[in-house]
């Protein structure tokens, strides 16, 4: 038998241990140990029950997915599971930890569930681009019932153990030692008969029947949330087929959509995106062992939306933090804000009274800066203006204990020009939040010339902590995010003038799975925060951003004033198209000599998406970003870059570079300099390889 799966026997009971670490995952050896084991407690008659049960921290968390794309490798899960839901004796499913994904179905096919009250369970597969492929979907609607079973299965969003004892998930919820309860458990029901197996149930399918309206309200919800990826609707079919055809014939179905949604550039995409995330939190020169800092205290400098939210973070995250502004009325309009969206989250019941409480009391606000001196961490969060920052970081070194951080929230300015206001410049580094600071899960994480390895090290832990992405960038203007951000707003932006309409480029974005278009956005950020940016520089931009410019030197700001590249009735926040935005778009295209045409839906998304994967590549080549992944994580998490896409550089990689080039020089011709080809891009073009093997290489 297989060291990841060991068989034990205590008096009557056998227990199957899984020790696979980290997760437990089912590689192949598991499959094979557990098949192995499951046979050898069938034939040990002096086994009366069985327990299957994990070392380590957790419970079996899923199929294996760096196997996936490798072709079939027996034995097959299906032929896992059906041996033991056969089994004649018993089987007990321990859980702790996480029971997701094809561990959920291990345990789906076990008789019998037992949890500890901190388990989670869920079938995650939608977010890799797949369905459950190992009965899922026709045991756990059979187990639970259809309505709760397609939310699980289409949103892959898990469980806790209390809320699954009471679906009938788990049959017990255990308070002591698991391993204990589950043999104490087994002997309690190991002569029960007949056992209760999954695919023997009935009474969901039959009211599943009787109620079509409850699949076809499910369908179109799903549809609307899956914004064109595949996966959510091949939950559905498959969880249709578990209530129109008998169990068999689910599972081979089942099965079938299973092996179309592993070949999928969107399973392969989001498997991506998985491995991307967790790649970001890797620093080649920064190993896993380097010394962190404490961070028990934090100060946040500046009460407004961002340094109320990034203080939120923290506190939701156990740390003390002060939240200081210079004035105690901005102190206070801050703290209120913070009130009132605490508030929201416990009015949607996703916090209780009690633990808002506890979470504000770590808040401390303060027009002061007597909590500097013994913070361990300190955020400036105050306008984005190099003169301020300077002279605040040069006060901050003055106050600050010497091993403290001192972190900067810049979207884009020089955080090396601002280290060197202080004494100390291997303490200073860029925290980038993303507004809404407390809902973003990006984080990015500016590493200056000097910072030091711990100081890089701890804020990597940190981001982890507060629950965040965190993604160590290079300086530059606007870093990963907000630079190449700046090149497909200026596209869409481009292509109004010529000849789309605001309505026409956010359709197209949208079409493409993005939440919003570049111009709704716009009109939610607010159309005056670029304007004033663009102002303010040496060298103002004029040309591309003529009717951004003109609609703010109008007031018309976005959603804020009523109107922007959009209209919006009475607060709402729904777009209406503005008949006199075209005609200001017409009208500023004629000043400008640009005469214009009909514009492809396809034009405008190469162009806009285009422009950014070029500065990608950009960005790449001068190391701002460690690899092509990181860039898509900037992307996914904080700018709304559809993840079934893989994020810009993979999304290039599934277009083929060739062909990205070959139109970016295209453009070139046509536009001008502005599309000069990176030439990295055109390196690995022509040497006929990706973005992703580079990051191998
Ligand atoms: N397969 C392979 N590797 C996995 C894995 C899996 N299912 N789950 C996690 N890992 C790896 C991670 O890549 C990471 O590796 P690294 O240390 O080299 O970076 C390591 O395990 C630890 O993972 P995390 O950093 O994510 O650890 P956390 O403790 O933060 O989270 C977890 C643990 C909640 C289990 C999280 O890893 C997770 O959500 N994993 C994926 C679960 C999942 O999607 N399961 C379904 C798989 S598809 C399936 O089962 C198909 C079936 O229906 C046939």
Not at 190 to 197: F, G
Request: net charge neutral; proline share 5%.
């Amino acid at each position: 038998m297989s060291q990841t799966v060991t068989f034990e026997k205590r008096g009557s009971i056998g227990i199957i241990h899984v020790d696979n670490p980290p997760v437990n995952a089912l590689s192949r050896a598991v499959r094979q140990g557990l098949l192995d084991a499951i046979r050898g407690a069938d034939a040990d008659s002096d086994v009366k029950a069985i327990v299957l049960a994990c070392r380590g921290r957790t419970f079996i968390a899923g199929a294996d997915i760096s196997e996936f794309g490798q072709g079939p490798l027996e034995p097959d899960l299906g032929a896992v599971i059906a041996s033991y839901e056969a089994s004649e004796k018993p089987v007990v499913a321990a859980i702790h930890g996480t029971a997701l994904g094809g561990g959920l179905e291990v345990a789906l096919g076990c008789h019998y569930r037992i949890a500890v009250a901190t388990a989670k369970l869920g079938l995650p597969e939608v977010k890799l681009g797949l369905l459950p492929g190992a009965g899922g979907t026709q045991r756990l609607p059979r187990i639970i019932g259809f309505e709760k079973a397609l939310s699980l299965i289409t949103t892959g969003e898990p469980i806790a153990a209390g809320e699954a004892k009471s679906l009938g998930l788990v049959d017990e919820v255990v308070d002591g030692e698991l391993e204990a309860a589950a043999i104490g458990f087994a002997e309690r029901i190991a002569a029960t008969r007949p056992l209760p197996r999954a695919r023997d149930f009935t009474t969901h399918v039959e009211a599943a029947k009787k109620n079509p309206e409850l699949f076809e309200k499910a369908k179109k919800d799903v549809t609307a949330r899956a914004r064109g990826a595949g996966a959510p609707l091949r939950c559905l079919e498959a969880v249709r087929v578990a209530i129109e055809r008998p169990f068999d014939e689910g599972l081979s179905r089942e099965r079938e959509l299973f092996a179309e949604a592993v070949a999928s550039t969107e399973s392969a995409a989001l498997r991506h995106v998985f491995f991307a995330e967790r790649a970001a939190a890797k620093i080649p020169d920064v190993p896993a062992d380097t010394p962190t800092l404490p961070i028990r205290s934090a100060a946040v400098i500046g009460a407004g939306t961002m340094g109320g939210g990034i203080a939120m973070v923290l506190a939701n995250a156990g740390i003390a933090v002060t939240l200081i502004d210079r004035e105690q009325s901005f102190v206070d309009k801050g703290v209120e804000i913070i009130k009132k969206n605490y508030g929201a989250t416990v009015k949607k019941g996703k916090l209780s009274q009690s633990e808002m409480e506890v979470r504000l009391a770590r808040i401390t606000p303060s027009s002061n800066w007597d909590a500097l001196p013994t913070a361990d961490l300190v955020i400036e969060a105050v306008f984005e203006e190099m003169g301020l920052k300077k002279e605040l970081f040069t006060r901050l070194d003055g106050v600050c204990k010497k091993d403290a951080i001192l972190a900067t929230n810049t979207s884009s300015l020089d955080v090396d020009v601002i280290a060197r206001a202080t004494s100390r410049p291997e303490q200073v580094i860029g925290l980038h939040f993303f507004s809404p600071a407390n809902v973003m899960r990006l984080l990015e994480i500016v590493r200056g010339k000097v910072t030091s390895k711990e100081v890089v090290a701890s804020a990597m832990k940190l981001a982890k902590q507060i629950n965040k992405v965190g993604v160590l960038v290079g300086v530059c203007e606007g870093f990963v995010g907000n630079r190449m951000l700046h090149k497909y707003a200026h596209e869409a932006q481009h292509l109004l003038l010529e000849g789309a309409l605001p309505q026409q480029v956010d359709r197209v974005i949208t079409a493409f799975g993005f939440a919003m278009g570049p111009m709704a956005t716009s009109d939610l950020a607010g159309i005056d925060v670029g304007w004033r940016i663009r102002k303010a520089k040496a060298k103002p931009e004029r040309y591309g951003w003529g009717v951004a410019d003109r609609l703010a030197e109008m007031g018309h700001f976005g959603q804020k004033t009523g109107s922007g590249f959009y209209k919006y009735e009475d607060g709402s926040r729904v777009p209406i198209p503005n008949p006199e935005v075209e005609k200001l778009i017409v009208e500023i295209a004629q000043k400008n000599g640009v005469e214009r045409r009909s514009i492809s839906d396809h034009e405008i998304l190469d162009r806009c998406l285009f422009a950014m994967i070029n500065e990608g590549a950009k960005i790449l080549e001068e190391k701002i970003a460690l690899r092509s992944s990181d860039i898509d994580t900037v992307w996914i998490n904080g700018y709304g870059f559809p993840a079934h896409r893989g994020g810009p550089m993979f999304y290039a990689d599934t277009v083929g570079l060739a062909k990205v080039l070959g139109t970016v020089q295209e453009f070139g011709r046509k536009h001008g300099k502005a599309w000069s080809p990176a030439p990295l891009l055109v390196r690995l073009a022509g040497e006929g390889k990706t973005f992703g093997a580079l990051a191998e290489g």
